[in-house]
DNA sequence: TTGCTTAATGCAATTTGGTTGCAAATATAC
DNA sequence: GTATATTTGCAACCAAATTGCATTAAGCAA
């Protein structure tokens, strides 16, 4: 069998039944739209929404498109989805710094309400206690107030 | 000058300009799309979106009346928002518990990933160190993964 | 109770945000 | 350069949320 995309065989063989496995390996490809994005994102000061993106962007490239870059970032751990109080969902970059072991996103967020800003807090760590009945996964700590700027 | 509904006047003399500024005050109705909305998200044990709130109440009143229901009663401060890490938004009543002065809802959320639960942890306070340069009047943790039910 | 005034609602239309399918373009491995 | 799978653009689609306006009804005062 010949492939022309990256693929490895397993092989399981338990009671009886033997399995042959095909692993697909997907190639990442680097194209003008994510690097653009992936560098507007990196270099900006605050968080960006979907529409500000396309904003910056002008007619770099369509709006799926960046819906579509957006999620292979987040898939390749470049950036971080950010849910603001309000519902709307922003794009920031990953300055790792992870929980070293468990790879979770455990930094504050802070969103103005004034200029609309949000902001990575990379610095700062939350702590608090939970029933150990809930198994935590991700963590979202967002405040919001006024910015240093709108203060 | 007569009006049927309440207002003040305010007088303010300062440097030699008079200024009459007139506040209109809105009297704030209850209804029974109110009400019955409002029931709903108090016995709730979980968190309710705009949609899951629209099929509860059936007919009771068109989805729109939903939508400015909810923004009054979240003025009222009778209910509060909360955004999920997805992005969607939830409706909570509030059980206060304000940090006494301050008027903060400082209580963290959870969020699973499998039942798409969104429970208010009352008892849980976070606690975090943010540089004061900002002036933080909301707090919005939210934690995601398994819930008791799901783990 | 009745009438008056303004808040709240219903409905239709519109805008916004996000997804899907498919053909064409293009990045990468060989 | 060629082959092949990934990425893109476009059009269509769908759901969520907002707006404007005419109609209804809550609450106050007589
Ligand atoms: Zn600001
Ligand atoms: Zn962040
Ligand atoms: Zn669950
Ligand atoms: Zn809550």
Redesign the pocket.
């Known amino acids: 069998m010949?492939?022309?995309?990256?693929y490895t065989w397993y092989f399981i063989n338990r009671n009886n039944v033997a399995l042959y496995i095909l692993v697909?390996?997907?190639?990442?490809?680097?194209?003008?739209?994510?690097t653009a994005i992936l560098e507007l994102i990196t270099h900006s000061e605050v968080a960006l929404?979907?529409?500000e993106i396309q904003k910056l962007t002008g007619d770099?490239?369509?709006?799926?498109?960046?819906?579509?870059?957006l999620?292979?970032l987040i898939n390749e751990d470049l950036i971080h989805k950010i849910a603001t109080p309000d519902?709307?969902?922003k794009y920031a970059s990953c300055h790792h710094h992870h929980d070293n072991h468990h790879h979770i996103h455990n930094h504050v967020h802070f969103s103005c309400e004034k200029c609309l800003s949000v902001t990575c807090l990379d610095s700062v760590e939350p702590s608090y206690k939970i029933p150990d009945n809930y198994l935590v996964k991700e963590v979202n700590f967002t405040l919001s107030g006024l910015c240093p700027k709108c203060i």
Chains 1, 2 share one sequence.
């Open positions: 010949q492939f022309g995309c990256k697909i390996m997907k190639t990442i490809r680097n194209t003008a739209s994510k929404s979907h529409v770099l490239c369509d709006r799926v498109t960046i819906y579509r870059v999620e292979r519902g709307t969902v």
